[in-house]
């Protein structure tokens, strides 16, 4: 089993960017999906976005536009990029592969 590790999280005023990334505890090149998923407070957890081994990404209709998500195979690395944080975007974000959740990291977005 893949182990995933989340950094990045913070406070961020509404407008402003952060970035997000989970290493894998192994290699990725074998991985077809990672993904980062979202969890706001009394709301179920929502997929944000996800990339493929090949690089083919999705995104929610919600992040499409201000979020990126890239990956390094090299560094087994995932990461997503956020800007024109709003304050609907404050939730944990969880990354997510190979039917592994990372521990999550906390973004907060203030108004």
């Known amino acids: 089993q893949v182990q995933l590790a989340e950094s990045g999280g913070g406070l961020v005023q509404a407008g402003g960017s952060l970035s997000l990334s989970c290493t894998a505890s192994r290699s990725i090149l074998s991985i077809n999906v990672m993904g980062w998923y979202r969890q706001a407070p009394g709301k179920q957890r929502e997929l944000a976005a996800i990339?493929?081994?090949?690089?083919?990404?999705y995104y929610a209709d919600s992040v499409k536009g201000r979020f990126t998500i890239s990956r390094d195979n090299a560094k087994n690395t995932v990461y997503l990029r956020m800007n024109s944080l709003k304050p609907e975007d404050t939730a944990i974000y969880y990354c997510?592969?190979?039917?592994?959740w990372g521990q999550g990291t906390q973004v907060t977005v203030s108004s």
């Open positions: 997510y592969s190979d039917a592994q």
């Open positions: 990339i493929r081994s090949s690089g083919t990404t």
